[in-house]
């Protein structure tokens, strides 16, 4: 029996993972793609007139089989991946472009859709239902529906060929990262590496069958702390131009022509619709609305982070310069220099943080600070089934003890696994007859595996990623809404970091940490001093990571915000676009384009702006949360009724208004990064 074509699904149950076979999952799609087409056929055929119940919601309950199938496989595919499912994510890419635009294309369906848009009588719609039907129209019209026949004919095609483009941008990378190695036999190479690194480099070597040696990769758990502690300038040199050749370097696996292609067809898809770019056509759909706004925000932002990026790197080479005689401070210097003067300046550095971050109390620290602000609580459940041995599941209740979700947890860096850090969601919530569906919620991270001696140890830097990706947990879990495409977090692209960024606050404040950054040897609670030199060291190179920030934003909209079909040269497009943002000497042999996953394979095209932009609306959240207490009940259940469980339901600057009371203020953020300037 195949497990992906059990009806529960459908109702949020668990995914059989330990059940679930690669060869199952093309049955699986055919069987639910064949479902959704008589799920639409059936509202095309429906004799009663278009409205809002027969045409509109149950448009949005079609395909919810196919919906699950999708999710659970190119969720794995990111986290558990392998040669045989890569080649079923370019089969299965085309069928499900093609079965998405044989709805939006659907000219029968639409006709009903633009009934009820234009007929229906508003005023007995909630916000929720006037939201959906909104984005129902709009789904039809930004896809192609007013189209004539020859133009949809190319539409589909374009968008079955940016499925598979968008794939393959992604395997080159991931193949690339797992290729390389950076072999060291001679331990004196590892000098200035702490022990966590040098164990886990020799536990590497150990599974790559090189035992008595130690193996670093591109992976960010080894990669970082070889960057950042290492004393040989050669090696450091060596990994980062790895690092950022990845796709870039001339092979089978290089990505130019990918970008290359990957902007064109969205620059030709966005004219076919009637916009002047593939920016315009994603703009129209955020808070930002314009690319006009968002580079006029990214120039804003960048006044004041330009003179203490400069600032910052003065430091940096008179530091250098001080301390070892280093004259010419290049990209791979970066971080060993920052961390040892951010030691100097502060008498703080990672090796002195880490052993009061341990994984399974931040984790813990995670789920009790969600317990005060909003009563819910966390238990593993080991009877659920998972996809690896270091995934966790836990259910996730409310104070009366009523299900909330079930919540997966995936820390550690594995072959089959993508880099970075992100939520995602295996179902998401949503009402029908009367029931709550709710959702079953992940975050995967590459966390530092534990070693022999010591528990997986978190730099601070870690500690907020945790809390960032759980804050995009929580908007999955708390959400009650009616409509999957409106619930957690299916909203305006630049309003969904809000939950994310806002909980990273909570870890720079000591009624936080108290709960649970305690010493992994000697339980002693994380002192108020070392607390205060995290909370002085926040805004160390603050400017210097704003402008870093801002270029790829930059990047982002050139790549977009223009009709750049006929760049032919990647390496020369972004060397004009990055060199005023050039803070350290520029290196040929390494680009960003080529491996900038979130543009050219993840959803942020034309939207990378959104991370400084959540950043103007977490500051202001926070700065609320500051005047009354971090744990103030009240402004806690503004912001779980308004952000959290409303989802899409509203326009976003609505439900931050709702919980503000007022719009967003640019000058906390400022405030809070050190660049506010003097009047």
Known sequence: MNPLLDQALIKNSHPQFSEINNADFQPAFEHWIAIGRKEVD?????????????????????????????????????????????????????????????????????????????NVDRSELNAEQRILLDKTYKGFVRN????????????????VALSKWSLTFGENILAETNAYELVIEDEKDLHGLPDFAKEQAAETAKEKGKEGKWVITLDY???????????????????????????????????????????????????????????????????????????????????????????????????????????????????????????????????????????????AGGFETAKKLYGISFKENKKITVYHPDVKAFNVTDESGQDLATFYTDFFPRPGKRDGAWMTLYAGQYTAKNTNYRPLVSIVCNFSKPGKKQ??????????????????????????CTFESLSGPNVFWDFVELPSQIL????????????????????????ESLVDRIVASANFMEGYQTMRQLSFGMLDMAWHGKDNRTVEDVAAFEEKVMSPFHLLPPLPETNMSCSFSHIFQGGYSAGYYS??????????????FKSKGIFDSEVATAFRKHILEAGGSEHPMVLYKKFRGQAPEVKPLLKRAGLLLED
């Open 455 to 480: 528990p997986s140890l978190l730099t601070f830097n870690e500690v907020t990623t945790f809390f960032h990706e759980f804050g995009h947990a929580l908007h999955g879990i708390l959400s009650q």
């Open 221 to 363: 758990p080894s990669y970082v702390p070889f960057m950042t502690y290492a004393e040989n300038r050669s090696l450091r040199k060596e990994l980062s131009l790895a690092f950022g050749a990845r796709a870039f370097q001339g092979n089978d696996k290089d990505n130019r022509h990918v970008v290359k292609k990957i902007v064109q067809l969205r620059q030709e898809r966005a004219e076919l619709l009637g916009y002047k770019t593939h920016a315009h056509y994603v703009l129209e759909e955020r808070m930002a609305e314009s690319p006009e706004k968002v580079m006029h925000f990214l120039e804003e932002i960048g006044k004041y982070g330009k003179a203490g990026a400069a600032k910052d790197i003065e430091k940096l080479v008179e530091f250098a310069e001080k301390h070892d005689g280093l004259t010419d401070l290049q990209r791979w210097d970066f971080a060993y220099y920052s961390e040892k003067l951010k030691k100097e300046a502060f008498e703080i550095d990672d090796e002195l943080i880490k052993p009061y971050f341990s994984l399974d109390k931040v984790v």
């Open 504 to 527: 990273e606050n909570w870890c720079y404040e000591k009624e936080c940490l108290d709960l649970f950054a305690t010493h992994y040897q000697t339980g002693e609670t994380i002192p």
């Open 144 to 159: 192609g529906a007013l189209l004539n026949d020859e133009d949809k004919q190319r539409l589909r095609e374009i968008d």
């Open 42 to 118: 059936a509202i095309v055929d429906l004799p009663t007139p278009a409205d809002f119940e027969n045409t509109i919601v149950a448009l949005e309950f079609a395909g919810k089989g196919l919906d699950r199938v999708t999710s659970i496989f190119f969720n794995l595919n990111s986290a558990e991946t392998n040669d045989e499912m890569q080649k079923i994510a370019q089969e299965v890419a085309p069928l499900l472009s093609e079965f998405t635009n044989d709805i939006l294309l659907n000219e029968s369906l639409f006709k009903r859709v633009k009934e009820v848009h234009e």
């Open 611 to 624: 991370y400084k932009w959540a950043e103007v609306l977490d500051a202001d959240a926070f700065d609320y």
